[in-house]
């Protein structure tokens, strides 16, 4: 069991973030009276699940306010330096031969909403190649499910999804401006996305995009001049994503300790310029929140075949959410291990620690099988 003084400490911190996530999309948001009604109706079921998770922190129990959950190993682009398609966890087609249904994510949804759960990122591969499951997620209005996608999907009969399901919010992966993009996404891409963005904006729709930042586009993504066009698009939000290596011949592109903190400054600095965008940096600053926040102290990943890891650059699992309740599944015995072993706040050089400890964690998923 983790010392409840640091948890309670953790709580107040993950809830105080989640609040100024919520305040910061409210705000962007007030000059749309569809999207802001949804939202402050959503900041008392938001206050309700906060109580719930303080509940269960008072007896001892640590629930995250966060969960990621890949809902499709399918995706239409072949992205460069792509790890869902390094670690081949990623392809054309997918493998569907036990994947989760969209009833089975329902199932989820409803546990985490009963946990007090507030956000569930959805992710892939790509997102929008599973309506069964967007669908199930949009009767779960107590909780946000930003949905991280390329966007190439995203017409029609998804405009009018996205409109009658307001906790359904997009967030569109750019890199950049056009040559960056076109260069990881392929040619076309970017231009794409603009058409996109201005459906969305069009008809009302919030939705936030997602940066992939590595050494190379970091000072293009954080320039004025971007923030500023994405924001003339309706963005609402940007989702800053540190660079995780697919192998070592790509350590180099990923953020070190001084690229973050370059990175916390010039967030800083953004936000103090008046922007109504919510800008969120993740991993983040590991320091202040006491080291990683993966393996069920902030979140953790569910895969599309059901199985709990301790995050999408970390895909081990010894528990499946087919036949394990939630609440179980955060006192598995690989992610009891990580949070009680130090493994989660052990100094690395960039992207992800844990992807810095692939043979500790293989051990550990080992030793806690044996």
């Not at 007896?59 to 959950?69: M, N, T, V």
Request: net charge negative; proline share 4%; aromatic share 6%.
């Amino acid at each position: 069991m983790e010392d409840t003084r640091e948890a309670f400490s953790l709580e107040k911190y993950l809830s105080n973030g989640v609040d100024r996530i919520v305040t910061g999309i409210m705000k962007a948001s007030i000059r749309n009276p569809k999207a802001s009604l949804f939202l402050i109706r959503h900041g008392a079921d938001s206050r309700k699940a906060r109580k719930i998770r303080e509940e269960a922190e008072e007896r001892g129990e640590h629930i995250p306010p966060f969960l990621i959950a890949s809902i499709t190993n399918r995706c239409n682009l072949h992205c460069k330096g792509c790890y869902a398609r390094a670690n081949k966890s990623c392809s054309d087609q997918g493998n569907t031969a036990g994947m989760m249904k969209g009833e089975d994510w329902g199932h989820i949804f409803s546990q985490a909403e009963a946990l007090g759960i507030e956000f569930i990122l959805l992710a892939g591969g790509e997102p929008f190649v599973r309506e069964d499951v967007l669908s199930e997620a949009g009767k779960h209005r107590r909780i946000l499910f930003p949905v991280f996608t390329n966007g190439t999907m995203i017409e029609e009969p998804y405009i009018e999804m996205l409109q009658k399901n307001p906790n359904l919010l997009p967030v569109i992966s750019i890199e950049g401006n056009e040559g960056t993009t076109d260069e990881r996404r392929g040619a076309g891409i970017y231009q794409k996305l603009q058409c996109v963005m201005q459906k969305l904006q069009k008809q009302g729709i919030l939705f936030g995009a997602s940066i992939t930042v590595t050494k190379q586009n970091m000072e293009e993504v954080l320039s004025d001049s971007f923030v500023k066009e994405l924001e003339g698009r309706g963005t609402k939000g940007i989702v800053y994503v540190e660079y995780v290596p697919v192998n070592d011949d790509t350590q180099e592109l990923a953020p070190d300790d001084e690229d973050r903190e370059k990175m916390k400054r010039r967030l800083a600095e953004l936000r103090e310029g008046g922007t109504d965008l919510v800008l969120v940096s993740f991993p983040g600053d590991e320091k202040t929140s006491g080291g990683c926040l993966a393996a069920g102290r902030g979140f953790f990943h569910i895969n599309a075949f059901g199985g709990a890891e301790p995050c999408p650059f970390s895909p081990y699992s010894d528990t499946n959410l087919k036949n394990t309740a939630l609440r179980q599944a955060l006192q598995s015995p690989l992610f009891c291990s990580l949070r009680s072993n130090g493994n989660l706040t052990e100094h690395h050089i960039g992207g992800c620690v844990l992807f810095e400890q692939k043979e500790q964690v293989e051990r550990l998923l080992l030793e806690g099988r044996t």
